[in-house]
């Protein structure tokens, strides 16, 4: 069932989005060689928790961290360890904030240090991608539009498109219907509707779009080992558009 959030909610979930925002911003100088995903989990565990907010990942279906850390060919869900970010690499910070029962979800690919021209180019189009999406969020537009939107940029930069993941709605949960997937035909799927709020998050690869899963049951990485890049926001439909619940205060 999909949704339509109140006045009151939607205010709910703007505050939810902005403590995500504020999360991004304050771990990005963080984001640096020598750090361990570890730190930089706790750092943004203590961020949440002194904003009054909830760490919704922590213990979902038995996740044990706050922010899924996803390096190089990681693509999504990696688990917050020692291993050390070195020069060179990409992560992905993908983080669900709870505040006063509502959701805010949203996650960014950054570079530590120098990274190589294809990753520049994994990451400029794999964000662009997502925009794409968006720029298809209005009432009346179908899912399906901004699932091909996202897939035909991608394609058109010769990135893979993982079918296995998706967005998704969010709300009071972080993961509500209706799923939002990165490839599909337009004028297909619901109907937008003012009051939605959906995450968009294209995860596309440098090189095939196949993926596996780790033994650990969450990390999944790709299957030839190619990076992985991955962004995502929080959307709510307008009467005439979207609001980007997550921006970048970058
Ligand atoms: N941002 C992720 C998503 O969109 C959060 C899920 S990770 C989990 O699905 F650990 F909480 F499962
Ligand atoms: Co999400």
Request: hydrophobic residues 35%.
């Amino acid at each position: 069932m999909i949704t339509i959030k109140s006045e009151r909610e939607i205010e709910l979930m703007r505050k939810a989005g902005h403590l995500v925002s504020l999360m991004h911003q304050f771990i990005k100088p963080y984001i640096k060689e020598g750090i361990t995903t570890r730190e930089l989990d706790q750092l943004c565990e203590d961020f949440i928790l002194k904003n009054d907010a909830v760490p919704s990942c922590k213990g979902y279906q038995g996740f044990p961290a706050t922010l899924c850390t996803s390096v190089n060919d990681e693509v999504v869900h990696g688990i917050p360890s020692n291993r050390v970010l070195k020069n060179g690499d990409i992560v992905t910070i993908d983080v669900v904030i709870g505040y006063k029962g509502y959701q805010g979800d949203a996650a960014w690919t950054y570079a530590v240090g120098d990274i190589d021209d294809d990753k520049k180019y994994l990451m400029k189009h794999t964000e662009q991608s997502l925009y794409e999406g968006l720029k298809m969020v209005k009432p009346g537009n179908r899912i399906g539009d901004i699932s091909h939107a996202v897939e035909e940029y991608a394609t058109a930069h010769h990135l893979g498109v993982v079918h296995e993941l998706c967005g998704h709605g969010i709300g009071k949960d972080m993961h509500e219907d209706p799923e939002v997937p990165n490839y599909g035909v337009p004028n297909t799927g619901p109907r937008l509707k003012p009051g939605m709020v959906i995450c968009i998050e294209p995860m596309l690869t440098f090189g095939k779009r196949y993926v596996s899963l780790l033994d650990d049951d969450w990390t999944v990485i790709t299957e030839d080992g190619s990076p992985a890049a991955h962004y995502e926001h929080t959307v709510l439909v307008t009467e005439d558009g979207y609001e980007v619940l997550t921006p970048r205060l970058d």
